[in-house]
């Protein structure tokens, strides 16, 4: 897991490298950078809005539709890790921890198969 934790924070650092080059900082603040991640969701959301659930990983097999998702998909991956460094939050780790989590609250014998309830 190490490479992949070196990559995420390595991606971070580019991101927030990036901001700094640009002066973006300054508008980067937590609710802001919220406001865009919902958005890209949103334009993400919209490939997938017309598209009969049935028919989504063979929809989106096409090479063209499969780009669109990837590019989206990456905004929303840049604007999550970017709100993650402003608000200081090791994602890598806390990710881990909330994976450890599920694994004791959703016991794979108690739940195969089942959606499980909210809490």
């Given amino acids: 897991m190490s490479d992949e934790v070196d990559s ?6 580019d991101i927030r490298e990036f901001a700094r080059e640009r002066d ?6 937590p609710k802001s950078l919220l406001l865009a991640l919902v958005g890209e969701v949103g334009e993400l959301a919209e490939l997938f809005q017309w598209v009969p659930a049935d028919d989504a990983v063979a929809a989106f097999a096409d090479p063209d539709r499969r780009q ?3 590019e989206e998909v990456s905004d929303v ?15 890598p780790r ?5 994976l450890v989590d599920s694994h004791r609250r959703f016991a794979a ?11």
């Fill in 24 to 29: 973006w900082e300054k508008f980067h603040d």
């Fill in 77 to 91: 991956l840049i604007y999550l890790l970017r709100l993650a460094d402003v608000l200081d939050i090791d994602l």
């Fill in 109 to 119: 014998d108690a739940v195969l198969g089942i959606a499980p309830k909210k809490e």
């Fill in 94 to 98: 806390a990710a881990h921890a909330k």
């Fill in 68 to 70: 669109r998702a990837g």
């Fill in 8 to 13: 995420i924070r390595a991606l971070t650092a």
